[in-house]
């Protein structure tokens, strides 16, 4: 999924953070920035790479959306841990361990001589992130204060903005004039240069006391992982088989199993239940889930479908998904204010629907046909309907429980909406296994079931959501 659209979900954890004062204001922004830019350019380049890495590594295309989600499924469970895990350890000691597991596991990308051996790397590229993600976020929460944290927050999203916006179509150029490998090497001086400015001017923070949930985070972590491998192995084969509903009741066995152990551990687990007793963020919780797993899908397919399906070279098929970008840079920052004055519970219903057209307008995409016609169109009024939703969605979480949550249902919105791309790009691959006109047929059934999944995370949020966006104490289970 594109990281841009997670930009505005991490925000509140930041801004859950505490505030204080910080001896290099400027150094700091600029390790967490640089920090952050690692998952975010891999993010939406290894979009535009799935087509040359599974040619030249001679991947089975039901393989393919394993490339993804050996990424997301680490970074889906572990991001509250990694989270937990630096107000423990110290966040500055966990953001420097992230980005040193991030950039040895994307040498390891570069190097891997066969697909296994990449799936490792990249899973482990996905336990990096979910360390350095929530610590970068973290630093800036405790470092600034006020008007100033603002501000903080913003250069920090306007960098992942334009981090996301340029990734596509620069891994686009790599790819098609020096070979898929030259992204993760990419990843090598941002990382050294990330780590050098976090130990020369970063303030470590203090260690805490309270005990991390291992128990709910490995319950998780194989949850979404029995889970994804049923979904991937249902849609690669178009039909379901013994393995698929094994992984299946695995995976939902052991999700109960992660339940029950998060209740035991009340106030002391990685997703405290206690936040389900609000009813707007148990709303807020399924449009994420229904709308960036919508959205996740289609930013896997939409790349594969114009390079295998339309003949654009990477480089064609990355500058394709620019002006996406650029809307949602643009455009979210308005639909914030607007938010801020009447509340988000319109934003969060208008914009999902607006996307929900947009998706329709894509399932009638032709990959061979003018991109100005054909595929532009789509991809703005999706962009738009995005934009509308992702600032709102940040208040709105942030407003649906009490103080004490603030920070953990933030990183937990941002799991949801990591996972909603996963199980989407699970699904993703009964297109991918398809060529030719079954390949243009496949994707227009998956853009109309995300146009289905993007309505209703709009009608989600009108149901749940009072007229302020969702009162604490006047919205109850």
Known sequence: MNPALTTECDRGQAHAGGGGSVAHPNWTIAATMLASSLAFIDGSVTNVALPAIGHELGGD??????????????????????????????????????????????????????????????????????????????????????????????TWA????????????????????????????????VALAAIIVARRFVAESKRGDQPLDWTGALLATAALGALTWAL?????????????????????????????????????????????ASRPFV???????????????????????????????????????????????????LAGRLAERIGPRLPLTIGPIVTGAGFVVMSRIDPTASYWTGVLPGIAIVALGMAG???????????????????????????????????????AGAVITASGAALVGGFRIAALAAAVSAVAAGIAAFATLDRKGGDRAANPA
């Open 61 to 154: 295309p039901a393989a393919v959306p394993w490339i993804i989600n050996a990424y997301l499924l680490p970074l889906s469970a572990l991001l509250l841990l990694g989270g937990a895990a630096g107000d423990h350890f110290g966040r500055r000691r966990m953001l420097t361990l992230g980005i040193t597991l991030f950039a040895l596991a994307s040498a390891g990308c570069a190097f891997a001589p066969n697909l296994p051996v990449l799936l490792g790397a990249r899973a482990a590229q996905g336990v990096g992130a979910a360390i350095l993600m929530p610590n970068s976020l973290g630093i800036l929460g405790s470092s600034f204060e006020g008007e100033a944290r603002g501000r903080a927050i913003g």
């Open 389 to 427: 939703a992702v600032a709102p969605l940040t208040t709105a979480v942030l407003s649906s429980v009490d103080d004490r949550h603030t920070g953990t249902a933030s990183g937990f919105n941002s799991a949801i909406a990591r996972t909603g791309g996963l199980i989407a790009t699970a699904l």
């Open 283 to 333: 709303g807020l919780t399924l449009l994420t889930l229904l709308l960036y797993g919508a959205l996740g899908g289609l930013l896997v397919l939409l790349p594969y479908l114009l390079i295998v399906g339309g003949g654009y070279s990477p480089g064609q098929a990355g500058f394709a998904l620019l002006p996406f970008s650029i809307v949602i840079g643009v455009a979210s920052r």
């Open 158 to 189: 306007a960098a992942g903005a334009i981090a996301s916006a340029i990734g596509p179509p620069l891994g686009g150029w790599l790819i098609g004039t020096v070979g898929w490998r030259a992204i993760f090497y990419l990843n090598l001086p």
């Open 232 to 276: 991937t192995l249902w849609s690669s084969r178009h039909a379901a088989s013994t393995g698929s509903w094994v992984g299946l009741g695995a995976g939902l066995a052991l999700l109960a199993a992660f339940l029950w152990a998060e209740h035991r551990a009340g106030e002391r687990a990685m997703m405290p239940l206690a936040l389900f």
